[in-house]
Structure formats: structure tokens, C-alpha cells
């Protein structure tokens, strides 16, 4: 049984297989659960978005809406950390994103670490996108994104979670922040481009290691994922 480190970031997969279009799920939620309690990714033939709160995983499908993920359930990237915030504070002015990761910035140690966020309260607006489920032969990302399901939610309660990541880890993972939103209800969801915090707290946890997991399928070793506009590639699909 490994011991359960805290703010230790694991991460199966790298987002350069994404751009790939290696879409198939390679590790189980059984597995990645064992590497945290808070985390984001996409599931199995890129249907839809994965966020994990509290020790529990949800996927948002294309109708906005949670479900749960089962253990046998798989995944082809995901990132998790057992989440202990060092950083806190509370929200009860109404804040953009940009100024809470304006205020984020002004706390932390800057930009060459990797942190993980999570910021619960109620929301003026949230608004999402999901991941629209694929099938083999699997496109590109920059094509599967192409018909991707926008919602956009005003006066919600809920938590988004995500992580700060280094521009210079850009190809394994997405440059800046990347968040996903799950309401109070755990009934809907997202990837968030965009949100207005009324009220609520924010909590960040600076991650003092990182363990990148490799799928080990023939596709994923053998694919060329050295597209010379991967990082354009990511930017449109990402943000
Ligand atoms: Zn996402």
C-alpha cells in the first residue's frame, strides 16, 4: 500500500497524446485513484470531463450532466494530488476569474511550480464546455473539439478544481490554469473557460512533486506525437 503523500501531483498520460487523437482509455479509475483525492482529465474515447472532489470521481457528459465513474471505468489523461491547501482565503465580494488568479499569483511563489486550486462557493456565472465522445478511428483533438457542447450556468453553488501548470510543461500538460466545475448537487458540469465568484473560499496547494505515468500500448509508443504545432494545437482546444 503506498502512503498517501500529500500535494504530490500524479499524472497518467501527457496532453500530446490527446492532440494525437490517442483517445482510448489506458489506466483504470482504480489505479488512478490510488494517486489522489482531487484531480481533472477526460475519460475513456474522450467522452466527456473528469473531475474528482473529496475522493470521488465524476464525468460530465456531453448533456452537462454527472455521472458517476466506476473502477473499471478508464481514462486516457488524468491529473490528481492527494489536495492539502497551504494557500487560502475567503471570497465575499464578487470576484472574476481574472482577479482571483490575480490574487492567487500575488500569494504563491510564482509561476515555475505547479498548484493545485479549489474554489467553492456560489458562482454569479460559470460557463462550461464538454468533451464530446469519440469513436475509433479517432480524430485529432483540434477535430473533436470542433462540436463540443457549451453551457453556461448563472447563481450556482459548486466547486471548481484544477491545477497551475508551468508553461514550460506545456505538451504534457495544458500551460496556465486548467479547471473543471461540478455543482453542490453533483449534477452538472464542466470544463470552465470562464466564472464570477460571489462568494466562497479559495484554496491552493503548491505541489512539491510530479510523477508523470506513460501508457505502455502499442499505440501510445508508437504514435508520432511530435506535432510542430502542438502547443497551438492545445491552445485552441483548451482554451
Ligand atoms: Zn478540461
Redesign the pocket.
Known sequence: MESKRKNRLFQHSTMAALVGGLFGGTTTFKDLMKHGDLG???LNDFDG?LIIVDGEPFQIREDGKAYKVAPEDTTPYATVTYFEPDVLFNVQEAMTREAVEEKIASLVQGPNVFYAVKVTGNFKVVDTRV?PKQSRPYPPLIEAVKTQPTYHFEYITGTIV?FFTPKYISGIG?AGY???FIDDMRKIGG??FDYELLEGVVEVAQQTEFELELPQTSEFLRSDLGSPDMLEQIEAA?N
Request: proline share 0%.
Open positions: 481533472i482529465g477526460t470531463e468533451a484544477g495544458v486548467h479547471i473543471h470544463h470552465v483548451e
